[in-house]
């Protein structure tokens, strides 16, 4: 068995991998509740001889691999699913209502933990690695928290390297760059105050619903007329919530969001145009508005030599001519920058498109493409090897 290739090794394990994969998707647990995932997770470590440590932002997992003298290095895999309700009516279908795990979390534990089996089976590295199972990626920043309870206290490993599935990428590919992966992400809430009324007698009050419109339109302009084009940048409104009847304009109502950037001189420019935007319009049409900033995750941005060592162990797996080595960065937000800000390495995509209409990310229709498992703890294996060189 040690000497196969770690692709071969991993398409061994394929079906159990999918095996685990499927009962992680069929039992999902959202944000710091990842208790049967966990335990999981730690009895699978067990078996395989690793050293298991429990309790890191209430459910993350760590595993230790020692083998000889060398560097440490962490490996990092989400596990927590989504407030969704699952219509893929797939056997292994959520067993858990309004939730699922449409990002495919599910898959990135199978596929470490697939990887970890391997390694702890061939031992073919000289130093030790840091399995590392998050909960809480999705909004929450659990990668925050495992730092903050210790996590490279505890286990001070010297780079650390995460991978995502990513459905907008041909499967059988991947993706890894240096600098930005992903964006930085600010979540805000916008309370508008104004006066009720008889919605036929509107002269009475002041109009809180007509304030949030036009305060939604004029956002737009902060990014198409207050941001340097060539710059990357994104705001958009995704909830608005007031009144309760037909015939009535409400005190109050509230809207939700995201800014998206890479540069922090660009966010710190939105936050700042914003709070001038809401104050402003707002008060403008005899109403007051309080802005919040909620949750925030920094950009994902990867030190290049780390990068360029992914891309080369990618290129040793399935070839050169299947590897994106300059990738355009996603708007999207990930919380392994909270790692990438406390230890050099890189973030990266496991192409796992089958056609290019099929469900993406966070989609009620979305799975976890099954025959990309192999691959991807494949890669894990290799990059360990690749950094930990016996």
Request: glycine share 10%; hydrophobic share 40%.
């Amino acid at each position: 068995m040690n000497e196969l290739t770690p692709l071969a090794l991993s398409h061994a394990l394929g079906e159990e991998m999918a095996r685990w994969r499927q009962k992680i998707h069929a039992n999902p647990e959202t944000a710091f509740t990842e208790f049967e995932t966990a335990g999981f997770v730690a009895s699978q470590l067990q078996s395989f001889g690793i050293e298991v440590h429990q309790g890191l932002a209430t459910t993350g997992i760590v595993g230790v691999l020692e083998n000889g003298d060398g560097p440490m290095i962490g490996l990092r895999a989400d596990m927590d699913a989504l407030h969704i309700h699952e219509q893929t009516n797939l056997p292994y279908g959520s067993k858990n209502e309004g939730k699922m795990h449409a990002c495919g979390h599910d898959g990135h534990t199978a596929m470490l933990l697939g990887a970890a089996r391997i390694l702890a089976e061939t031992k073919h590295f000289s130093g030790t690695i840091i399995f590392i199972f998050q909960p809480a990626e999705e909004n929450e920043g659990g990668a925050e928290v495992m730092i903050k309870d210790g996590l490279f206290e505890r286990f001070p490993v010297e780079q650390v390297y995460g991978l995502h599935n990513w459905p907008a990428l041909e499967e059988g590919r991947m993706a890894v760059g240096p600098g930005p992966m992903m964006a930085a992400n600010e979540t805000f809430e916008i309370n508008i105050a104004g006066t009720g009324a008889h919605a036929a007698m509107p002269h009475l009050g002041t109009d809180p619903v007509i304030a949030a419109a036009q305060l939604i339109t004029a956002l737009q302009t902060l990014v198409s007329r207050r941001t340097d084009p060539q710059a990357a940048a994104v705001i958009t409104v995704t909830q608005i919530h007031g009144g309760d009847t037909w015939n009535v304009i409400p005190d109050h109502v509230d809207l939700r969001g995201t800014l998206r950037w890479f540069n922090p001189e660009i966010g710190a420019a939105l936050k700042a145009s914003l709070e001038e935007l809401c104050t402003g319009l707002v008060k403008s049409l005899g109403c007051e508005a309080q802005l919040s900033f909620v949750h925030a995750y920094p950009a994902t941005i990867n030190t290049p030599d780390t990068a360029n060592i992914c891309a080369d162990v990618m290129a040793e797996l399935i070839g050169e001519d299947f590897v994106d080595r300059d990738p355009v960065p996603s708007m999207g937000a990930e919380d392994f920058s909270f790692m990438l800000q406390q230890k050099p390495g890189s973030y990266a995509w496991l192409g796992t498109g089958t056609a290019p209409d099929c469900p993406k990310l966070h989609n009620p229709h979305y799975d976890f493409n099954d025959r990309q498992l192999p691959l991807g703890a494949a890669y894990w294996v290799q990059l360990a090897q690749t950094l930990l060189k016996a």
